[in-house]
T-cell receptor, first 113, second 116 residues
Framework: DGGITQSPKYLFRKEGQNVTLSCEQN?????MYWYRQDPGQGLRLIYYSQIVNDFQKGDIAEGYSVSREKKESFPLTVTSAQKNPTAFYLC????????????FGPGTRLTVT | AQSVTQLDSQVPVFEEAPVELRCNYSSSVSVYLFWYVQYPNQGLQLLLK??????LVKGINGFEAEFNKSQTSFHLRKPSVHISDTAEYFCAVSEGYGGSQGNLIFGKGTKLSVKP
């Protein structure tokens, strides 16, 4: 089955710890995105990558880091510098460089206490 | 800067009633428009999209949307809703290659609540 997987579905961490969220795709899409979702705020772009070994900051990159060593994988690290890390995180991909229609993974809910 | 406004954060409606979820965008160039649906604790799923051509676009689950260039709107409609339509709906816009920094711009979402 072609698709986007995010694991785990639920993640719990203590404050001050770094945590890495996984995003894997077998759609052969070049571009990948990370969004953060908070109630009433919509989707806010954290980082995106249009090609392997290259990525750009989105609107809220502070406190986050990414890597893109393989086309299939775009892991997101939430660092201890992120002041309010508790949120729902969504990964998306696209192969369409004209319309940028995106396909979404199932999301990871991160809770930091 | 490009932006998307979803005019209602919550829309309650009774089952089998019609519904309209409103979306307005700001852009000085031609755009591509999308509606996504999100069920609780899930990712987003594409409902429908406007790329070009007919301004009335039909999507999955009986939804349709109309692109109005003069009013910069892309409202989503369904003539008769079901309990299963309860979800959050997101409008998104792209300016295409060279615009929007290669991204979709999303509205803040509208929560549709269908009551029996």
């Amino acid at each position: 089955d072609g698709g986007i997987t995010q694991s785990p579905k639920y993640l719990f961490r203590k404050e001050g710890q770094n945590v890495t969220l996984s995003c894997e795709q077998n759609l052969n899409h070049d571009a990948m995105y990370w969004y953060r979702q908070d109630p009433g705020q919509g989707l806010r772009l954290i980082y995106y990558s249009q090609i392997v070994n290259d990525f750009q900051k989105g609107d809220i990159a502070e406190g986050y880091s990414v890597s893109r060593e393989k086309k299939e994988s775009f892991p997101l690290t939430v660092t201890s510098a992120q002041k309010n890390p508790t949120a729902f995180y969504l990964c998306a991909t696209t192969s369409d460089t004209v319309t940028y229609e995106q396909y979404f993974g199932p999301g990871t809910r991160l809770t930091v206490t | 800067a490009q932006s998307v406004t979803q005019l209602d954060s919550q829309v309650p409606v009774f089952e089998e009633a019609p519904v309209e979820l409103r979306c307005n965008y700001s852009s000085s160039v031609s755009v591509y428009l999308f509606w996504y649906v999100q069920y609780p604790n899930q990712g987003l799923q594409l409902l429908l999209k406007y790329l070009s051509g007919s301004t009335l676009v039909k999507g999955i689950n009986g939804f349709e949307a109309e692109f109005n260039k003069s009013q910069t709107s892309f409202h989503l409609r369904k003539p008769s809703v079901h309990i299963s339509d309860t979800a959050e709906y997101f409008c998104a816009v792209s300016e295409g290659y060279g615009g929007s920094q290669g991204n979709l711009i999303f509205g803040k979402g509208t929560k549709l609540s269908v009551k029996p």
